[in-house]
């Protein structure tokens, strides 16, 4: 019986550097093909970005700026996202790959998800949680980042904070980005994605199962330059997104100083200042106490096997039927939680919704 198909859903603006690094290095770690949304194809180089997708084979690239949005654009980026990897799943399901993977993942995120760890999962209502391996930040890296935190166990943090790495012994303080993970389902469970998790048409949680080879490598605030890129970025994308309790005095803080009016080269010094101040870590001492994962994400999880089947992707019919999807109504799709927008209605067709009301 043949692996199962691997499907990524991303909604992404980002350098044409990042997003070739999130598309081979998701494709080294086990993903058979990606559906990218650009969510501003008119902005900075992203044309160069569309160009570089369009021309990859496992890729299948949608421009969804407003020409995408039936009406209003929604204002929140989550939203945004969940609404397409949800449309993404559907459409899969119409197209009868029930029993493929999909997850929904972010652009500086890499997934280590192999064969063998989905094959192994259970038939019936499951999916997988990914669990976190984020890079540790220093000012600069000599090519892309190798050294990654882990989930620590309690004396471990306590040791880090008697050393004054941490401010508390807790996880949440130790990293600097989520630390739920990111979820995937199969294409055909009545289930939906979520930011980080899975639910029922209800919203309660879908069941999920972790294990070895299941990972997530997330190149989160890396480095100084990549620190300011990204907070400069996700200030320019609309309201505020979604962040845990607490970060969000962080959020807070830098929206502010970004909105502030400085010029340029101001606040990129107090960015900088912040950076060096809050988010700095002294890697060193981390590695040599262990608590590190030293790997790179984007080296195959195996060598390519020249005599392997390749996967069979309908990428021609995908492509078609999500452009067939342009400027319908996508409030249906989105399942995840908004702190400014109300809950959208249920939806009224689609494969997915029939796949999730049939008794």
Not at 142 to 157: C, H, I, Q, V, Y
Not at 267 to 274: I, N
């Amino acid at each position: 019986m043949p692996d199962p198909l691997v499907f990524l859903a991303s909604t992404v603006m980002d350098s044409p550097e990042h997003v070739r690094r999130y598309v081979e290095g998701n494709l080294a770690g086990g993903v058979d093909h990606l559906v990218v949304f650009l969510d501003k194809p008119s902005g900075p180089r992203q044309d160069e970005v569309a160009d570089y997708l369009d021309g990859h084979p496992a890729v299948t690239c949608v421009r969804a700026g407003s020409g995408w949005w039936a009406g209003a654009r929604p204002k929140e980026l989550n939203e945004r996202q969940c609404i397409n990897a949800n449309i993404t799943k559907d459409v899969l399901a119409g197209l009868g790959l029930e029993d493929a993977w999909i997850f929904h993942v972010d652009g500086d995120e890499v997934v280590r998800a192999g064969a063998a760890a989905l094959a192994g999962r259970p038939p019936g209502p499951s999916g997988v949680r990914l669990s976190v391996r984020e890079a540790v930040s220093r000012r600069t890296w000599d090519g892309e980042p190798t050294l990654f935190k882990r989930e620590l166990p309690e004396a471990d943090l306590r040791l880090l904070e008697g050393l004054g790495l941490v401010a508390e012994p807790t996880n949440q303080s130790y990293f600097r980005g989520h630390l739920m993970g990111k979820s995937g389902v199969r294409v055909g469970e009545r289930a939906w994605l979520t930011l980080h998790k899975v639910v029922a048409e209800d919203g309660t949680p879908w069941p999920l199962h972790e294990g070895e080879g299941l990972e997530l490598f997330h190149y989160e605030s890396y480095s100084a330059e990549e620190f300011i890129r990204k907070w400069t970025s996700m200030v320019a994308s609309g309201p505020e997104a979604n962040y845990r309790a607490d970060r969000q005095p962080v959020a807070r803080t830098l929206r502010v100083l970004i909105n502030r009016g400085l010029e340029p080269e101001a606040l990129e010094r107090q960015l900088l200042r912040y950076y060096e101040r809050f988010v700095e870590e002294e890697v060193e001492a981390l590695r040599d106490l262990g608590v590190l994962v030293e790997t790179d994400p984007l080296v195959p999880l195996t060598p390519a096997d020249p005599a392997a089947p390749a996967a069979v992707v309908p990428t021609a019919d995908l492509a078609a039927a999500l452009k067939g999807r342009r400027r319908t109504d996508k409030r249906g799709f989105f399942k995840g939680t908004s702190a400014v927008a109300p809950r959208p209605p249920k939806p009224t067709g689609g494969r997915l919704a029939r796949l999730v009301r049939r008794p």
